[in-house]
């Protein structure tokens, strides 16, 4: 387990390096440039000189190194990076091919830093937004918050509500509850986010029919009255969070209990729970001492996606219901081609979908013991 | 007892949520001047929120609330309520007025020097007055090549140096180095800094203007600079209410990220004492909350959550306006503003893809027939598209400089097709498409039409504008791109037609950013490559002429000159649809931006809380 851990972490590294390289140029490849975004102000009645607004956009673009090549390396002989060119004993050097790196680009200045406004992402910095000119670590930690607690909330919820779902289905299968259950979350599944979001809103918020919850933000407006407490504080903000804990929630109960449904069938087939049977004991002690720890699996392969999802967020649910989150920064930032927050976001998504893997991994050894990552030995 | 189908009783709840949309009544209150006083009325529900608090919707986030670092409109129309300016628009007369200055400047006859007096009363938060040096500062940071402002950079360049009097320690002048109409109003939209605040050790007071105006002059170079700029432009100066200094009667006092920014009432303000209505500051609380989403502001005036917007759609306006208990308890106006909607023509193509289809005015006049203004003004304004202003010249009809002697050009298509066939334009395949032998070979007339692919109204727009472009023999190629690609295809001039807006103010308009040719020649705003010597001299001269009357004539004498040439097709003048509820009083709607003056607006009732 631990050669396995260690040779995953390993592996980190350089598919880490491939996907910050990646998030980097792809991003750079879209047409556009951020500084025109930066120099639209609220201000363009007046007359600026189109000169002037031109060495502007040039000042701006060579002070981001947005004026440099993305990335800047060469081909050419082992000679050209040798410190004793004349030598008649290095003459052998001219045939042997040398990748020239140069460190003036914009990937060596956004991976270690331009000594003026971020010191790079191998020191953890991210450098400042283009469009809020907030620290790029700063704005996500703003963001997200939001974004992981509707992440991790919601699939609480769904793991609550599906897994007795799935488990009456599998014991019952043909019963009525089941074909009721399964149909519902099958139509639940199909219908779309934004849709299901604004007919909620329009039901459940509106004064006209039932006006029961608020229909934006995530707490009262202007925010809380001081010197409260923090369980008023809770009090105060539940009616926010009913409607968009249903949207985040309810498109994953049909996959969930799907899952629920098949992975205990299965279970309940097995020779082990024939013997338990067998041996007398309950139906509740059979499920619940036997069958159910073999349905960790799917709870632990879904679980790993929750990180990821957190930072992605959700773009339509959080403009909806206006909850700052990460979709909507994401979607901004797109929007703006705020480079900076754009790689930050792509880089933590990537690395925390990977380190995500890496502890569905190490769960999926310590829920069932039958998984074994080391080789074995042919005899 | 019956039993009801839950999914019955469901489409019975949604048809009634859906009910109010179909019943469309005409606004309350539609009027087209330039400033509209809305009654103080007591006809709404007594019972809703009597706390002097007034709940402002936006539509987006402030970038920041930086005095000098920013761009964004909300950030511009909260600055309006915590800083104070030199001067300010006087929405009432649609002209400038003094801010923290006594009076409107004295200028030299050259126009290059303008004189000032500081108000003796304005006093920053720590009690300090407002001192000539906070107006060098603010200048100076904003010059300095290492403040974070690109948006407003280029406007400060025509700044030589700021003078403060050796006698009279409120007064100072401000040389320009060339005279310009806009000399005066550009300061409208700049808030001054407190120089001890921003620059505690007064390490710009070390570099003069003409060291920051100088291209040798390496900023970055400078240690004592460097550190400052850093500082200045640190976030926090934007973002945490502690550090968001100002002259304004009203502070930030909290920001929730994504939600709302609440300012409140600054106690024992400079303004407190003063008779002008401008510079009141009636309610104790203003929260500005963001809210993206068509539905839930709906929701939110329905619930009486909001008490205000400016920035509704025109379905989110039509759907309220209808609803009986928002008509009740809010005004809505549709006000019209000075930002108008135009086609353009590249006249002068230069990419190799782009044919010369535009190069006679002749065609672009039978495209003036061709493009069918009203049907595009009912796509946008649906029933209150009668309401709305034709644009006729680049002057908007709101402006005395609007030259009434020309006429809108008609949707005439008759009369297109013979200027096309004038102009060597036959459909000579019998394809339905008309084409023309040009530089050798025989180019059919298919127009590529950009347009930004960010509302539907612009989409709708441009397929009238191509059915009825078909109804000629021209093929229409619809382009919708986002706004970066649009402005970007603009400057380089690839494009063939585009379908866009500009914004406007009721201050003197300086044509040589949207018509002087060497705005084209530099890719800048001058997209259809329009101008030549005549136009160009007398934009020259219209630019400098400080006489208001004398520069009347030739502003007019100039929109002939564009109706001649026929660039743009001018579409309409855009209408801000504004809904206010009516506990307040007090309350006037403008056309200048932001609309509103929520500063002044009075609570009606008397058991306020």
């Known amino acids: ?379 | 007892m019956p039993k009801v189908s839950p999914l019955f009783l469901f489409l019975i709840i949604l048809h009634f949520s859906c009910k109010e949309v179909d019943k469309k009544q005409p606004a309350n209150s539609l009027n087209l001047s330039p400033v509209i006083h809305l009654q103080d009325t007591s006809g709404f529900d007594p019972n809703w929120s009597k706390s002097n608090t007034i709940v402002s919707h936006l539509n987006a986030e402030p970038d920041n609330l930086h005095p000098s670092n920013g761009g964004s409109s909300p950030r511009s129309e909260i600055l309006i309520q915590t800083q104070a300016f030199l001067l300010i628009t006087d929405f009432e007369n649609q002209t400038i007025a003094p801010g923290l200055v006594t009076a409107l400047p004295t200028i030299s006859s050259d126009g290059l020097s303008l004189s000032y007096t500081l108000r003796e009363d304005p006093q920053w938060d720590n009690g300090e007055r407002l001192t000539v040096q906070d107006v060098i500062f603010t200048a100076k940071a904003q010059k300095c090549e290492l403040t974070n402002n690109p948006s407003v950079k280029a406007y400060w360049k025509n700044i030589q140096t700021i003078l403060p009097d050796d006698k009279d320690p409120q007064k100072f002048t401000m040389i320009m180095k060339e005279n310009n109409i806009q000399n005066m109003s550009f300061v409208t939209s700049f808030c001054i800094m407190q120089r001890s605040f921003h620059d505690p050790d007064n390490i710009l007071n070390k570099y003069s203007f003409e060291q920051l105006d100088d291209s040798n002059f390496h900023a970055e170079n400078e240690k004592e600079l460097l550190q400052w700029a850093q500082n200045f432009n640190d976030d926090k100066y934007g973002r945490t209410p502690e550090y968001l200094n100002g002259l304004g009667p009203y502070k930030v006092s909290n920001w929730e990220t994504g939600q709302s920014v609440t300012l409140i009432k600054k106690k024992n303000h400079w303004t407190s004492n003063s008779s002008e209505s401008r510079l009141s500051a009636l309610p104790d609380k203003i929260i500005y909350k963001v809210n993206k989403d068509e539905n839930s502001v709906q929701l939110e005036f329905k619930t009486q959550t909001l008490d205000v917007s400016t920035n509704l759609s025109m379905g989110t306006f039509t759907a309220l306006a209808s609803n009986p208990a928002v008509s009740t308890n809010y005004h809505h106006v549709l006000s019209l503003t000075y930002n108008y909607t135009f086609l353009c023509f590249n006249e002068k193509p230069e990419s190799p893809k782009r044919q010369k289809l535009f190069t006679d005015k002749q065609v672009r006049r039978a495209f003036a027939l061709l493009t069918p203004v009203e049907n595009l003004t009912r796509v946008v304004y649906k029933e209150y598209s009668t309401f709305c202003k034709r644009m006729i010249s680049n002057v908007s009809p709101l402006k005395p400089e609007f030259n009434s002697s020309l006429d809108a050009i008609k949707l005439d298509i008759d009369s297109a097709a013979k200027l096309l066939h004038e102009a060597g334009w036959r459909d000579t395949d019998a394809d339905g498409i008309l084409d023309k032998q040009i530089d050798g070979s025989v180019i059919p007339f298919k127009v590529e039409l950009a347009y930004l692919n960010s509302s539907p109204d612009w989409k709708d727009m441009a397929m009238l504008i191509s059915e009825s472009y078909a109804k000629a023999g021209i093929k229409t190629d619809l382009l919708p791109v986002d706004l970066r690609v649009f402005l970007e295809k603009a400057r380089q001039h690839d494009f063939d037609m585009i379908l866009g807006s500009w914004g406007g103010t009721p201050f003197p308009e300086d044509f040589t950013q949207l018509w002087h040719s060497k705005s084209w020649l530099n890719n800048g705003s001058n997209y259809s490559g329009f101008g030549n010597a005549e136009s160009d001299a007398l934009i020259d001269s219209i630019k400098t002429e400080i006489n208001s009357v004398s520069r009347r004539g030739m502003i007019m004498r100039f929109q002939e000159m564009i109706y001649d040439d026929q660039p743009y097709v001018f579409l309409f003048c855009s209408m801000r649809r504004n809904l206010i509820h009516k506990r307040f009083g007090n309350i006037s709607v403008f056309a200048d931006r932001p609309g509103l003056l929520l500063n002044t607006f009075r609570l009606l009732s008397t058991t306020a809380e």
């Open chain 1, 1 to 379: 387990m631990r050669r396995y851990l260690l040779k995953r972490i390993i592996f980190f590294v350089p598919t880490l390096f491939l996907l910050v390289l990646l998030s980097f140029t792809l991003f750079r490849l879209a047409p556009g440039n951020p500084v025109d975004r930066m120099m639209m102000g609220s201000n363009s009645q007046y007359y600026q000189d189109a000169g002037e607004w031109s060495d502007q956009r040039s000042y701006w673009n060579h002070r981001l190194g947005l004026d440099l090549p993305v990335f800047y390396l060469s081909i050419g002989s082992w000679e050209d990076n040798s410190l004793s060119r004349e030598t008649a004993e290095d003459t052998w050097k001219k045939f042997i091919p040398f990748l020239h790196f140069h460190p003036n680009n914009q990937f060596h200045r956004w991976f270690l830093g331009d000594n003026l406004s971020s010191r790079g992402i191998i020191r953890g910095d991210f450098g400042i937004s283009y469009t809020s000119g907030q620290r790029v670590s700063e704005l996500i930690a703003s963001r997200i918050g939001w974004s992981l607690f509707f992440a991790l909330f919601s699939i609480l919820l769904a793991y609550l509500i599906s897994l007795p779902i799935g488990l009456h289905a599998a014991q019952h299968p043909s019963s009525l509850f089941t074909k009721v259950s399964s149909t519902s979350l099958i139509i639940l599944f199909s219908l779309p986010v934004f849709w299901s979001a604004t007919v909620l809103l329009m039901l459940f918020a509106n004064p006209d029919i039932f006006y029961f919850f608020p229909a934006s933000g995530v707490q009262p407006t202007g925010g809380f009255p001081d010197g409260i407490t923090w369980i008023q504080k809770i009090r105060m903000t539940l009616p926010y969070l009913v409607i968009p804990t249903i949207c985040y929630t309810y498109s994953s109960l049909a996959f969930l209990s799907r899952i629920f449904r098949v992975t205990i069938s299965e279970v309940l087939k097995q020779d082990f729970i024939k013997t338990a049977r067998a041996k007398g004991l309950s139906e509740k002690v059979v499920i619940g001492k036997h069958a159910f720890r073999n349905t960790f699996l799917p709870v632990i392969t879904v679980f790993s996606s929750v990180f990821p999802s957190a930072i992605g967020g959700s773009v339509l649910l959080e403009t909806i219901f206006s909850i700052p989150g990460m979709g909507l920064t994401i979607y901004q930032s797109i929007d703006a081609k705020d480079y900076p927050v754009l790689t930050a976001v792509f880089f933590l998504t990537g690395l925390i979908t990977m380190a995500g893997f890496l502890l569905s991994d190490v769960m999926y050894a310590m829920a069932d013991p039958r998984i074994s990552f080391s080789k074995k030995q042919v005899s």
